[in-house]
C-alpha cells in the first residue's frame, strides 16, 4: 500500500511458547479510522503494545513513513496511547493531567495554558480545569485520558477499548464524539475493540482478528455483506450459517431446496458455507415451494421482532421482522438471491 503511513510487517509473537500473533500484517494510511476487531485473548491488545513500543515482537518489523520504528523507545515513537484504565494521575487536577506531556517537553506556560484550553473545549469540559479527576464520572475521565494523548499532536493515536468501562447511553455518545474528533484533528485512529456494532459505526476499516490471525480487512459494509469465513460471519452481528452444495455457477442447495444465487466461481456439488443474516429472510404464507416451519420464540427487540422458526430439518432460523408472528404457527422464509451469501468450506 503505497499511501501508507504505519505497517506491521510479519509481526510474530509468543507468550509461554503459545502463539499470540502469528505472522501478523496491517497497512494504516493516514487520517484512517482503523478498528482492530476480536474477541478477548486474540491477540488485539498485544498488537497494539508492539505498536506503541511497550512490548517487542518475537519477528517482524513495524514502519512509520516507511522507517523502521521497532528499536525505537515508546517516548520517541510519534503515537500515543489511551488505555481502557485511563492510568490519570490520581494526585493531579484535569489541567495537570492533560498538561503533563507538555511540560515535560518544556513548553512555555502561556503555551501549555493554550493547548489546554483549546483540548478543554473540544472535549466539552471547559471550567472542569481546577477538578480532582477522582471526582469526575468515568465518562468525564474518559475525556481527560483522551485530552492528554492529543494534546501532544500524535500522528497516531492508540485506544485500548477506551469505553468498555462506560454505560451502554455514554458510550454510544463517546463513539460519535471520538469520531467527530478524529475527523477535526484529521489523525489516524487505531481502536482496539471485542464490540462489533462500536467497530461497525466508527471505523473507516476494520481488521478481524483471530488466534493472531487477521481474518479479513476491509469497510465495515464488506465486513457485515461479505464476510470471507464463518469466523467472521458468525462474529460480525447475527447470522443464519447452513451448510449447502454449490450445484453449479448460480444455483446452491441447502435446507432441502435448490436456490438461485449470485455467487460464481465454485465447483459443481462442492459443499459450502452459506450465510444468511436475519434482517434478509422474509416471513410470508406456508408453501411447498419455500423452507418452511413453526415459530417456536418471538422476542421485542425495539426496533424489530426476533422470531425463531424451526424447519422440518430442526434447523433454528432466526429472523427479524418489523411484523410479529404467533408462537406456534406456521410460516415460509423468502430469500432473495443476493441476500444469500456462499463461501468456501471452512476446515
Not at 17 to 43: A, D, Y
Not at 133 to 157: D, F, T, Y
Request: proline share 3%.
Amino acid at each position: 500500500m503505497m499511501d501508507a503511513l504505519l505497517r506491521i510487517d510479519s509481526i510474530k509473537k509468543k507468550h509461554h511458547g503459545v502463539n499470540i500473533l502469528n505472522n501478523l500484517s496491517l497497512c494504516v494510511r493516514n487520517k484512517e479510522f482503523v478498528s482492530v476487531l476480536g474477541p478477548s485473548g486474540c491477540g488485539k491488545t498485544t498488537l497494539l503494545r508492539i505498536i506503541s513500543g511497550f512490548e517487542t515482537p518475537d519477528f517482524g518489523d513495524i514502519l512509520f513513513d516507511n522507517k523502521s520504528i521497532l528499536k525505537l523507545p515508546a517516548y520517541r515513537r510519534c503515537l500515543n496511547t489511551v488505555f481502557q484504565r485511563y492510568a490519570l494521575f490520581p494526585h493531579m487536577n484535569v489541567f495537570e493531567n492533560i498538561a503533563f506531556g507538555l511540560k515535560i517537553k518544556k513548553f512555555s506556560k502561556s503555551a501549555i495554558e493554550k493547548k489546554v484550553k483549546d483540548i478543554l473545549l473540544m472535549i466539552n469540559m471547559t471550567g472542569y480545569e481546577n477538578r480532582n479527576v477522582n471526582s469526575l464520572s468515568g465518562g468525564q475521565q474518559q475525556r481527560v485520558a483522551i485530552a492528554r494523548a492529543l494534546i501532544n499532536e500524535p500522528k497516531v493515536l492508540l485506544l485500548d477499548e477506551p469505553l468498555a468501562a462506560l454505560d451502554l447511553k455514554l458510550r454510544k455518545e463517546m463513539q460519535t464524539e471520538l469520531k467527530n474528533m478524529q475527523r477535526k484533528l484529521n489523525i489516524t485512529f487505531i481502536y482496539v475493540t471485542h464490540d462489533q456494532e462500536e467497530a461497525l459505526s466508527m471505523s473507516d476499516t476494520i481488521a478481524v482478528i483471530n488466534d493472531g490471525i487477521i481474518q479479513q480487512i476491509g469497510t465495515p459494509e464488506d465486513i457485515y455483506n461479505e464476510p470471507k469465513n464463518i469466523f467472521v460471519a458468525d462474529f460480525i452481528g447475527e447470522s443464519n450459517l447452513i451448510n449447502g452444495i454449490m450445484k453449479s455457477d448460480g444455483l446452491v442447495n441447502f435446507a432441502g431446496f435448490d436456490f438461485v444465487c449470485i455467487d460464481r466461481n465454485f465447483n459443481s456439488n462442492e459443499e459450502v458455507d452459506i450465510v444468511i443474516r436475519p434482517e434478509d429472510i422474509e416471513l410470508i404464507e406456508p408453501s411447498e415451494n419455500k423452507i418452511t416451519g413453526i415459530v417456536t420464540d418471538i422476542t421485542f427487540r425495539g426496533v424489530h421482532f426476533e422470531i425463531i422458526v424451526r424447519d422440518k430439518n430442526r434447523y433454528l432460523w432466526t429472523i427479524h421482522s418489523t411484523i410479529a408472528r404467533k408462537k406456534q404457527s406456521r410460516v415460509s422464509l423468502r430469500i432473495l438471491p443476493d441476500l444469500i451469501h456462499v463461501m468456501k468450506k471452512q476446515k
